[in-house]
């Protein structure tokens, strides 16, 4: 069974960096694509990051410069390195993958980026 769990997130100041990391098993984790995807309060779940199997990375433009993608295929890790982070990056911060058809989900951490 596909098994996705976030840690590392927390309370920081802006400008202050964090690192998001996903556990995942349940799967062969080198085959597929992995996603972070965030939620504000009160917002749709939106996507942050996406890497291929093949190390091909995606950024949405809202972090592009200050968030980095990356795995660890022989952990089964799954990381986003958030750098210079603004109020605006506040939300809970989900792992993502689909497995034949199905959307997986993490239960999130909490990032929150306050002065």
């Known amino acids: 069974q596909v098994y996705l769990e976030e840690s590392g997130g927390g309370l920081v100041q802006p400008g202050e960096s964090l690192r998001l990391s996903c556990v995942a098993s349940?799967?062969?984790?080198?085959?597929?694509?992995m996603s972070w995807y965030r939620q504000a309060p009160g917002k749709e779940r939106k996507l942050v990051a996406r890497?291929?199997?093949?190390?091909?990375?995606v950024h949405a433009d809202s972090v592009k410069g200050r968030f980095i993608i990356s795995r660890d295929n022989a952990k089964n890790m799954l990381y986003l390195q958030m750098n210079s982070l603004k109020p605006e990056d506040t939300a809970a911060y989900y792992c993502?993958?689909?497995?034949?058809?199905?959307?997986?989900w993490g239960k999130g951490t909490l990032v929150t980026v306050s002065s």
């Open positions: 890497i291929g199997n093949v190390d091909y990375t």
């Open positions: 993502s993958t689909i497995v034949s058809g199905t959307t997986y």
């Open positions: 349940g799967f062969t984790f080198n085959m597929y694509p």
